[in-house]
């Protein structure tokens, strides 16, 4: 680290930091000559063949968008091929007004999300657990992350959370500890399997600790931690055991039935209390949709937040 101040190395550095952020912002913001901006709201109405085509025509404004469809292009774009392109926009016109915040209203839209969280606690082996939507893979880990901490701190008196995640787990559960206030253990993973060292996790477990983490699969290198181990540390510590299958979502329940081998990651696991499993990704539902799952009801309840006062309340007739 000390090289890097010498003025000479510090110059080189900065010279091609420089660089590299010039050419990420020529890919990002379409500069140039054609480059029409809409920075205020139209004068008149627009038609929809206007908006459509002012569409297409910024698809190869500055540089065209990579093409997906070649299929090299990992982590991004999750397509289901085009008869389910056909899927999501019927089903987007259909409901394209509605408000899942109002059930009383959109009986049906509260239906669907209750039968696709029973589809996926089946998937995962607990047709009698609980589940919810969310928008997304990271907001169903902070929402797990969130459970666990009001579960701790109601049934074993936690009041200064910490948690114990694998250097491979996603970002998402450095999002959570900083929103909402528990310290992060990470802890390396093994050179060669790539799964969370066990024997660090265990060291760092505490009277503190509200939740571990294994991923089934992680982002960085599609490895699985060893779950049936993490299992056993959560159990016997009586503390929480997030799986993050989020990509591994509509693969990993079905590589038995596909005649793959695989190790246990799922609620047939003793120790695991929460799964989230990403119906964006290997689900192929637009973004942002997922689904997190928890061993119980009992579990899903220390994930609302409730107000009876708040005066919107009394708004609606
Ligand atoms: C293993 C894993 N967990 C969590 C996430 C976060 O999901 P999202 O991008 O939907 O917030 C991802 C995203 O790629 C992921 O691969």
């Known amino acids: 680290m000390l090289v890097l101040q010498l003025p000479s190395i510090k110059a080189k550095v900065d010279r091609e930091m420089g660089d590299a952020r010039a050419l990420i912002q020529s890919r990002l913001i379409p500069k140039g000559e054609g480059v029409v901006r809409h920075l205020a709201l139209p004068k008149e109405s627009k038609s929809l063949d206007w908006i459509l085509e002012e569409m297409a025509r910024m698809d ?15 982590g991004a774009v999750y397509h289901g091929g085009e008869d389910m ?3 999501i926009v019927s089903a987007f016109q259909h409901y394209c007004v509605s408000n899942p915040l109002h059930p009383d209203v959109f ?3 509260r239906k669907m999300e209750a039968e696709v969280v029973a589809m996926c606690l089946r998937m995962y082996n607990n047709p009698e657990g609980a589940g919810v939507t969310t928008s997304g893979g990271t907001e169903s880990i902070i929402m797990s992350v969130k459970t666990h901490r009001d579960w701790a701190r109601a049934v074993k008196g936690i009041t ?4 114990v995640v694998s250097a491979s787990a996603h970002a998402a559960f450095d999002k959570a500890s900083a929103y909402l206030k528990i ?8 050179p060669k399997t790539r799964q969370v060292n066990l024997k ?11 939740m571990i983490v294994g991923s089934a699969i992680n982002f960085p ?4 931690d060893d779950i049936i181990s993490l299992g056993k540390l959560a159990k016997r510590k009586n503390i929480g ?3 993050d299958c989020c990509l591994g979502s509509f693969i990993m329940p079905f590589l038995g039935k596909a005649g793959f081998k695989f190790e246990p990651f799922d609620f047939t696991v003793e120790g695991v209390t929460s799964i989230s499993c990403d119906t964006h990704k290997y689900g192929f539902a637009p973004k942002g949709s997922s689904v997190l799952m928890y061993r119980s009801k009992e579990l899903r309840q220390h994930q609302y937040y409730i107000n009876p006062a708040w005066t919107g309340k009394f708004c609606r007739p």
């Open 160 to 163: 200064e959370p910490e948690m």
């Open 200 to 210: 660090r996790v265990a060291r760092a477990v505490n009277v503190n600790t509200i």
């Open 60 to 74: 190869h404004e500055g540089s065209s968008h990579t093409d997906y469809l070649d299929g090299k292009l990992s």
């Open 241 to 243: 055991l997030h799986v």
């Open 107 to 109: 009986p049906a839209v």
């Open 221 to 224: 290198d599609g490895c699985q």
């Open 183 to 190: 310290k992060l253990h990470t802890i390396p993973v093994d």
């Open 85 to 87: 392109e056909k899927v």
